[in-house]
């Protein structure tokens, strides 16, 4: 079956634009997990969703960040007003619930989205 | 939070069985340990999570003590394509998951 698929896969931009970065989930799960990767670097996680809610947004780096999901299905990562440091691989990850009776439940991450500012 | 502590490297020769050890004094409860493998340019991919005792599956096996403070994957034969970045990641904390900075396998000829 198909996986978690990121798009675009590459982007690159100039300094102060907005992008968009697109997550398709893989069908029937319900979470999904957005994190950011700098070159060479561990994941940091920025937020997730348990249908189209997301807890707590306070992992997303700044105001310019945000985060949708509608649907319980794709999710939309937006960045505004993009700075340097914004430059990096964005990952999406969906399972099928946050947490089940096995605890924590396995994520399937999609390949990223690499983020380049000019 | 849950934080883990795993070693930044390791190295090894092909043929050989590479164990990696993760670290989580807090664990909770209900925590599951979970360890992902990544590839360059490649999102992390699943490969083995437990409770207690042990784990085995078709890649990898599961070590973990009854105090449940540490656990052990343990990969049998590695080969030139084992290398990659081995992160184990425990529970969620305050709505948030940490992954530590993972374990950067090099495995030799």
């Known amino acids: 079956g198909a996986g978690v698929s990121q798009s675009p896969s590459n982007k690159v931009t100039e300094k102060g634009k907005d992008v968009e970065l697109r997550c398709d989930p893989i069908s029937g799960h319900t979470a999904l997990y957005w994190y950011r990767q700098s070159l060479g670097q561990g994941l940091e996680f920025l937020i997730y969703f348990q249908g189209n809610s997301a807890p707590d947004k306070s992992g997303l780096p700044s105001d310019r960040f945000s985060a949708e999901r509608t649907g319980g299905s794709v999710s939309t990562l937006t960045i505004q007003r993009t700075q340097q440091e914004d430059s990096a691989v964005y990952l999406c990850?969906?399972?099928?619930?946050?947490?089940?009776?096995?605890?924590?439940?396995?994520?399937?991450f999609g390949d990223g989205t690499r983020l380049s500012i000019l | 939070l849950a934080k883990t502590t795993q070693p930044i490297s390791m190295d090894s020769y092909e043929g050989q069985e590479v164990n990696i050890t993760c670290s989580h004094n807090?664990?909770?409860?209900?925590?599951?340990i979970t360890w992902y493998q990544q590839f360059p340019s490649q999102g992390p991919r699943f490969i083995i999570q437990?409770?207690?005792t042990k784990v085995t599956n078709e890649v990898a096996s599961l070590f973990i003590p009854a105090d449940r403070k540490s656990s052990t994957l343990s990969l049998p034969r590695v080969s030139l394509s084992d290398t990659a970045v081995y992160y184990c990641?425990?529970?969620?904390?305050?709505?948030?998951?940490?992954f530590g900075k993972g374990t950067r396998l090099h495995i030799l000829p």
């Open positions: 437990g409770y207690k």
């Open positions: 990641l425990v529970g969620i904390r305050d709505d948030k998951i940490i």
């Open positions: 990850a969906s399972s099928l619930v946050v947490w089940g009776k096995e605890g924590n439940q396995p994520q399937h």
């Open positions: 807090n664990i909770a409860t209900n925590d599951y």
